[in-house]
């Protein structure tokens, strides 16, 4: 029964190039969130999906940022020619279709260091 | 505008009682979270409340004041693997679980 898998778990880009991180949710889980969290500042949220459709995304970037949840395989929350304020950790939830009890179940996150 | 409003710092001793403060203001309210996070680690749910009072689970227990925008997270009998953020998280208005997290509170627990 694996919990959030979020891959890679630390990931280095130069800036300018692309960043790709992954997050496959909770088994019976259709709903996917994406979070970002800054040093020393709480976690921000970015965007919402449910399979094939972005349900709010209104946390993310207009530019360069870009999610999304197929019917098949993770999710993938993709960001264009990086900057250094792009470095943070990105952590992706999952949960049922409302499980009002227990919120998320959050992934172990992927760490961008942008140089 | 969505506030939530959380001291930065603790630090308490092994075996103590500590009450970590939550102050919210949010545009709309369907229940209240407490995550712990432990450095470099995924936030992990420790409790919940939607109604005022007081929830107790084992250790921790959780108090909600909706009219006073309010909640404390207690902690009993302190053990050095408590040291971690404790975040307050208010699940806004809009029907989905979409969640509005303070910056967390860094416990740290000295023997």
Redesign the interface.
Known sequence: NAG?MQNPRHLVRRRGQEARLRCSPMKGHS?V?W?RQLP??????MV?LQKENI??ESGMPKERFSAEFPKEGPSILRIQQVVRGDSAAY?CAS?PK????????????T?LTVV | GQNIDQPTEMTATEGAIVQINCTYQTSGFNGLFWYQQHAGEAPTFLSYNVLDGLEEKGRFSSFLSRSKGYSYLLLKELQMKDSASYLCTVRGSGGYNKLIFGAGIRLAVHP
């Open positions: 959030v709903h969130y979070y020393e500042e709480g976690l921000k949220f919402y349900i709010d952590f949960s409302l499980d009002p009890w227990r919120g998320y179940t959050f992934g172990s996150g760490r």
